[in-house]
């Protein structure tokens, strides 16, 4: 395992749930650090896209909001 492995602190993308109210947001683990993402709003549709790649990442309701990790992994 490498020192940089060490001190990686992913990106967490924070969305609203499907269908449940009161119900706290989905957090999910993203690979890069949080300003290789990009978050759009569309009306009332969301995006995050890979920068780099154009990859659609969530497209749903919002708000989104990517954070870094208090947590290494």
Request: hydrophobic share 40%; proline share 14%.
């Amino acid at each position: 395992m490498t020192t940089d492995a060490l001190c990686n602190y992913p990106t967490l993308m924070c969305t609203p749930p499907w269908t449940i109210e009161g119900v706290l947001p989905t957090e999910t683990m993203l690979p890069f650090e949080p300003h290789a993402y990009a978050v759009t709003q569309e009306g009332d549709i969301w995006r995050v896209t890979v920068k780099h790649t154009g990859d659609v990442l969530y497209a749903g309701p919002g708000p989104v909001v990517l954070v870094e990790s208090p947590a290494p992994f």
